[in-house]
């Protein structure tokens, strides 16, 4: 079966265990929500999945071919992307370069990565930002513009890491919606990293929910609500910023 898939993944800073025996599945056209509390280590998984942080334990592989122990740019060609949280565009660059800069290290012309930057800025909807500089752009445009660069050379999945993260209501409805489409319209399979725990029940197929570095739950959304080991993972960090999330799951 086709998917990115994780098996009894671990990984260890110092003896301070982040993930511990992480079973993961996402499958293409398919969107999988990653939620948790603060510190259950999604972010870290997402490392793992991309390359940029080695496990300790456990394997990633993809269509059953190993991943682990590739880097972060043979990932991306064996067509798995990513964003992420602090967007980390190229600000002194024009919005199409950010895009066509990311097709040519995949291997394409500069005419080809060009025309693949300009139809993704059309497809996602913001070919009017193409030759803004990308410093100079608000927080949303800025959010879709590294999505649809981590979407440059057609990847299989891609990893969306805290991608709603600062923004309005509306805003993350629009959100939502792309990352919607990026499923159904390009059978990409979606991994979601959200605090917003909302926008995951709503959108997701197929959530897991880590703690403390460990999946305690994974389900449909309903299954998800009705969790009492979600409602104690989140109540167990009774912070403030966690009241709307016992809301969302009441």
Not at 36 to 51: F, Q
Not at 111 to 126: H, K
Request: neutral net charge.
């Amino acid at each position: 079966m086709s998917q990115l898939s994780t098996d009894k993944l671990s990984v260890a800073f110092a003896g301070l265990k982040a993930l511990s025996d992480v079973d993961l599945a996402i499958k293409p056209g398919q969107i999988t929500g990653l939620i948790g509390p603060n510190g259950a280590g999604k972010t870290t998984l997402v490392n793992v999945l991309t390359g940029f942080q080695a496990p300790t334990g456990g394997a990633v592989s993809m269509n059953g071919t190993a991943l682990t122990g590739l880097k972060p740019h043979q990932i991306r060609r064996k067509g798995i992307a990513r964003t992420f949280q602090g967007g980390r565009l190229f600000r002194d660059l024009p919005v199409i370069d950010n895009l066509e800069v990311t097709g040519v290290g995949l291997g394409q012309s500069r005419a080809s990565a060009r025309a693949e930057a300009a139809a993704m800025l059309d497809w996602i909807g913001i070919s009017a930002l193409q030759n803004r500089i990308a410093g100079t752009l608000p927080y949303t445009d800025e959010r879709r513009v590294a999505i649809g660069r981590a979407l440059i050379g057609k990847p299989a999945y891609i990893l969306l890491d805290e991608p709603a993260a600062g923004m309005s209501g509306p805003e993350a409805a629009e959100l939502s919606a792309l990352i919607k489409r990026i499923a159904t319209e390009m059978g990409c399979g979606v991994l979601l990293i959200e605090h917003n725990v909302g926008l995951v029940l709503n959108l997701c197929d197929h959530i897991v929910v880590l703690d403390s570095g460990m999946v305690i739950e994974t389900g449909p959304p309903d299954a998800i609500r009705s969790s009492e080991k979600v409602r104690h993972a989140y109540m167990g960090t009774a912070a403030e910023t966690n009241l709307p999330v016992l809301e969302v799951l009441a």
